[in-house]
């Protein structure tokens, strides 16, 4: 940016720069030298002066003893331009602002007369396997259902995981127990789970599904094998000849919206894996119902918060505490891998934790 040009992000225009420039070499002159200086007429130079004292970048000079006419010396830049610049940075971020609020009502738009814009097909194990990476990476949560015989990207070869979940992204993964039955499934997922990975397991799920951050979801459609999830898929595996993996990625809409219903859904459901002392993954080889060591006054607790019972006729039962009562079932939530109380009343009867021995 040449010379006399500097300061106009500020606000200030080329005149009024050199004669700011001006004043700078000179420290004190009055209109007419000013004017003679820049070959300007004298009217313009008193209205770039005028405009400069506006902007606090000239001041008019003490009096001299002897009168003449008004002379003006420069001010410091900084002070001066300081609350200008400021002005001119908030409005570029209310410009940015007002873009990025245009782009969204553009896109919008676009997926509301687009259903590309919402769903995008994608074709083949390598580019489902790269797009699956590439949602990790830009992500801070991902949410993986896994059923057995993965489509694109096996467990054992999500090495990335690992590397996210040190950076601090949360994993939350529910796995068939199929799946889990694999060779070196256990070893894997154990290790996952002592980076950070909060997994649990079912006995079936509905879809393969991953979701990253409640903004992106990618379901497969299509499967080598011909497996679908209905008749959708049997039509759509049928005009793929050539057998390809196909998968959906589906942006922000009411379908993802339902995706991460039935996410949380199964995950509420599902039971908690956990790692042993011993470094063994523990929790998974039963069924559902299978068998949980309760003391009796868990046992008892539990019967009577599935009964509805509420806490302080609780803790009169007991001879305890209200607030001992709250910690305990609190301690019993976690046990569970429960959120709410409906959750682990959910638990206990999928578990059969009262009516096992």
Same mark, same amino acid.
């Given at each position: 940016m040449? !010379?006399?040009?500097? &300061?106009?992000a500020?606000?200030? +225009? @080329?005149?009024? %720069?050199? /004669?700011?420039?001006?004043?700078?070499? /000179?420290? !004190?002159?009055?209109?007419?030298?000013?004017?003679?200086?820049?070959g300007?007429?004298?009217p313009?130079? %008193? =209205?770039?002066?005028?405009s400069?004292?506006?902007?606090?970048?000239?001041?008019?000079?003490?009096?001299?003893?002897?009168?003449?006419?008004?002379?003006?010396?420069p001010?410091?830049?900084?002070?001066?331009?300081r609350?200008?610049?400021?002005?001119?940075?908030?409005?570029?971020?209310?410009?940015?602002?007002?873009?990025?609020?245009?782009?969204?009502?553009?896109?919008?738009?676009?997926?509301?007369?687009?259903?590309?814009?919402?769903?995008?097909?994608?074709?083949?194990a390598?580019?489902?396997?790269?797009?699956?990476?590439?949602?990790?990476?830009? @992500?801070? #949560?991902m949410?993986?259902?896994?059923?057995?015989?993965?489509?694109?990207l096996?467990?054992?070869?999500?090495?990335?995981?690992? %590397?996210l979940?040190?950076?601090?992204?949360?994993?939350?993964?529910?796995? #068939?127990? %199929?799946? &889990?039955?694999?060779?070196?499934?256990?070893?894997?997922v154990?290790?996952?789970?002592?980076?950070?990975?909060?997994?649990?397991? /079912?006995?079936t799920?509905?879809?393969?599904?991953?979701?990253?951050?409640?903004?992106?979801?990618?379901?497969?459609?299509?499967?080598?094998?011909? !497996?679908?999830?209905? +008749?959708v898929?049997?039509?759509?595996?049928?005009?793929?000849?050539?057998?390809?993996?196909?998968?959906?990625v589906?942006?922000?809409?009411?379908?993802?919206?339902?995706?991460?219903?039935?996410?949380?859904?199964?995950?509420?459901?599902?039971?908690?894996?956990h790692?042993?002392?011993?470094g063994?993954? $523990?929790?998974?080889?039963?069924g559902?119902n299978?068998?949980?060591?309760? @003391?009796?006054?868990?046992?008892?607790?539990?019967?009577?918060?599935?009964?509805? *019972? $509420?806490?302080?006729?609780?803790?009169?039962?007991? =001879?305890?505490?209200?607030?001992?009562?709250?910690?305990?079932?609190?301690?019993?939530?976690?046990?569970?891998?429960?959120?709410?109380?409906?959750q682990?009343?959910?638990? *206990?009867?999928?578990?059969?934790?009262?009516?096992?021995?």
């Open positions: 040449g !010379e006399g040009h500097m &300061l106009e500020a606000g200030v +225009g @080329a005149a009024e %720069e050199r /004669v700011y420039r001006l004043l700078l070499g /000179v420290r !004190e002159a009055d209109t007419a030298e000013i004017a003679a200086q820049l300007f007429d004298e313009r130079v %008193e =209205w770039l002066l005028a400069l004292h506006d902007k606090g970048l000239v001041g008019r000079a003490a009096e001299p003893p002897g009168g003449g006419p008004e002379r003006y010396v001010m410091a830049p900084d002070a001066a331009l609350p200008l610049l400021l002005r001119g940075h908030e409005a570029l971020e209310s410009a940015r602002r007002g873009v990025e609020q245009l782009a969204e009502e553009y896109r919008a738009g676009g997926r509301r007369h687009d259903a590309g814009q919402l769903v995008e097909v994608i074709t083949g390598s580019v489902i396997r790269q797009r699956l990476r590439h949602m990790a990476y830009g @992500a801070e #949560e949410r993986w259902l896994c059923k057995a015989r993965p489509v694109a096996a467990a054992a070869e999500n090495d990335e995981e690992w %590397e979940l040190a950076r601090g992204v949360r994993y939350k993964t529910i796995y #068939e127990r %199929e799946l &889990l039955e694999g060779p070196g499934m256990v070893d894997n154990a290790r996952s789970i002592r980076a950070g990975e909060q997994a649990r397991a /079912v006995g799920l509905p879809v393969r599904l991953v979701i990253a951050d409640s903004s992106t979801a990618i379901c497969p459609l299509v499967y080598e094998s011909g !497996e679908g999830l209905d +008749g898929e049997r039509a759509a595996r049928t005009a793929d000849r050539a057998g390809a993996p196909t998968a959906a589906i942006h922000s809409s009411s379908l993802l919206d339902a995706l991460i219903a039935l996410f949380e859904s199964q995950w509420a459901a599902a039971t908690p894996l790692v042993t002392d011993s063994e993954l $523990a929790d998974f080889d039963g559902p299978h068998a949980v060591h309760l @003391a009796d006054d868990e046992r008892y607790l539990l019967s009577l918060i599935v009964a509805g *019972v $509420a806490d302080k006729a609780i803790a009169s039962q007991l =001879w305890v505490s209200q607030r001992t009562v709250q910690r305990r079932i609190q301690a019993l939530m976690q046990r569970a891998g429960a959120l709410t109380r409906t682990l009343v959910w638990q *206990v009867a999928q578990r059969g934790w009262l009516t096992n021995s």
